[in-house]
C-alpha cells in the first residue's frame, strides 16, 4: 500500500518563501506520478503542480507556474514544492498525491489520483 506523508507547511508572511516535501512509501517511486493540489474550506480540490516519474517534464496551474517549483528525488523517494513569493490568496491544505505510471500524460484532475497524503496547512498573512 503506498503512503505519502506531506511535511513543510507552516505560517509565514506575505512575500516569503516556502518548501513543502511529500515523502512516498509503499511503492516502487520511478514509477509513479506524483502530485501537488490544494483545497481551502468550501471548495473543491484544485490541481497545483504534476511531475512525471522520471522528472523529465512538469506540468503547474496558471496561477502559480511563476512562483511554484515541483521537483522529485528518485533516490531519497521524495516530492518537493518549492514556493516563492507567496501571496495570501494561496493560503489552503496542501495535498501530496500518486497515481502508477504517467509517463507522458498531464494530469490534472484529482480522479487521475490513487492515494493521497492527509494534507498540510499552508497559511499566507498579509
Known amino acids: 500500500q503506498v503512503r505519502l506523508v506531506e511535511s513543510g507547511g507552516g505560517l509565514v508572511q506575505a512575500g516569503d518563501s516556502l518548501r513543502l516535501s511529500c515523502a512516498h512509501s509503499?511503492?516502487?517511486?520511478?514509477?509513479?506520478?506524483m502530485a501537488w493540489f490544494r483545497q481551502t474550506p468550501g471548495k473543491e480540490r484544485e490541481f497545483v503542480a504534476t511531475?512525471?516519474?522520471?522528472?523529465?517534464?512538469?506540468y503547474y496551474d496558471d496561477s502559480v507556474r511563476d512562483r511554484f517549483t515541483i521537483s522529485r528525488d528518485n533516490n531519497k523517494n521524495t516530492v518537493d514544492l518549492q514556493m516563492n513569493t507567496l501571496k495570501p490568496e494561496v493560503t489552503a491544505v496542501y495535498y501530496c498525491?500518486?497515481?502508477?505510471?504517467?509517463?507522458?500524460?498531464?494530469?490534472?484532475?484529482?480522479?487521475?489520483?490513487?492515494?493521497w497524503g492527509q494534507g498540510t496547512q499552508v497559511t499566507v498573512s498579509s
Open positions: 509503499g511503492g516502487v517511486f520511478y514509477m509513479y506520478t
Open positions: 511531475i512525471t516519474p522520471s522528472g523529465g517534464r512538469t
Open positions: 498525491a500518486t497515481k502508477f505510471g504517467g509517463y507522458n500524460g498531464r494530469y490534472k484532475s484529482e480522479n487521475d489520483y490513487d492515494y
